[in-house]
């Protein structure tokens, strides 16, 4: 409840209680930035930790987000230096509305969500070393609080329910160009957002895409705009007099081309179990936790 662009917090022992009027609600810990960072490190071998920060999608409760971190942890990703850590943001309201509803209500909030974690920065700084998962609408997230001064070693981009030429030069080009906060270079910012060594990118912003992702396929069509979804298509990407894509960099912008790398995650997906090859929640499939693992330094 509450502002979505309300500062961000560490939290620890969150647990379900009921209030006064018997309503179930979530309880936790406030932490320093100092104590979240020791905890962190403490679970490292080396005493480093090296968190990867996790965006949750649209319409995902807080326990939902946060049973979902805790199975993977345990189940998927090595133990020790390579630490998943949830980020929380307002998405829907359980038992109300409809999807398409929570859809719209989510786009809306996600502004707020991003500005609100722009607020996280100084304690994240205190982190050397550091990734950034965003799933499905929390790429929106990602793009409102881009910022050159928010480092990040990789960013990944998972099943992006955001326009699929968000990196392109024509669409960077376009709009208000003196305008230096207008949304068309909201990509430009996401790449500034990796860590740099020697005036060059440490690491890179990585496209997970599906492009038989059902739910970004849908959701092209909710908004009525036709506009293909990047989780879908991918970066670096044009359409043919047929209609079909075909990968071309030129139309991505020459200053972020080589920050940007697609990842196919369809060939991962089994015929045989649902929902198969048109997953759109796939972020921790242990088969995808690899690229996360492969890639984060």
Request: proline content about 3%.
């Amino acid at each position: 409840e509450g502002r979505a662009d309300k500062d961000a917090t560490f939290l620890k022992n969150i647990k379900e209680v009921k209030d006064a009027t018997g309503k179930k609600v979530l309880e936790a810990e406030k932490l320093t930035v100092a104590q979240a960072k020791a905890i962190i490190n403490q679970a490292s071998s080396d005493g480093k930790g090296k968190p990867l920060f996790c965006i949750h999608g649209f319409n995902v409760q807080p326990r939902t987000h946060l049973k979902t971190i805790k199975e993977a942890t345990l189940d998927t990703f090595n133990k020790g230096k390579f630490m998943p850590i949830p980020v929380m943001w307002p998405s829907g309201k359980a038992g109300r509305g409809l999807g398409k509803y929570f859809y719209f209500t989510d786009r809306k909030t996600s502004t707020g969500a991003g500005n609100g974690f722009k607020s996280l920065k100084k304690a994240l700084d205190s982190f050397p070393s550091k990734s950034l998962i965003a799933h499905s609408m929390g790429n929106r997230v990602l793009r409102y609080a881009a910022d050159a001064k928010f480092k990040f070693d990789n960013i990944f981009m998972v099943a992006a329910d955001v326009q699929h030429n968000i990196f392109n030069k024509d669409y960077i080009n376009s709009g208000k160009t003196t305008d230096e906060d207008r949304r068309e270079l909201q990509g430009m910012k996401i790449c500034s957002m990796l860590t740099s060594t020697n005036g060059k990118p440490k690491g890179k912003v990585y496209v997970l895409t599906n492009g038989a992702d059902i739910a970004l396929n849908v959701s092209r069509f909710i908004k009525l705009k036709l506009k293909s979804r990047l989780g879908a298509i991918g970066a670096h990407n044009r359409r043919k007099w047929t209609s079909r894509w075909t990968e071309d960099k030129k139309v991505t912008h020459p200053d972020i081309v080589d920050c940007i790398e697609n990842v196919g995650c369809n060939r991962k997906f089994s015929l045989f179990s649902f929902p198969g090859k048109i997953a759109h929640g796939y972020t921790f499939y242990p088969q995808i936790v690899t690229i996360y693992q492969e890639k984060h330094f």
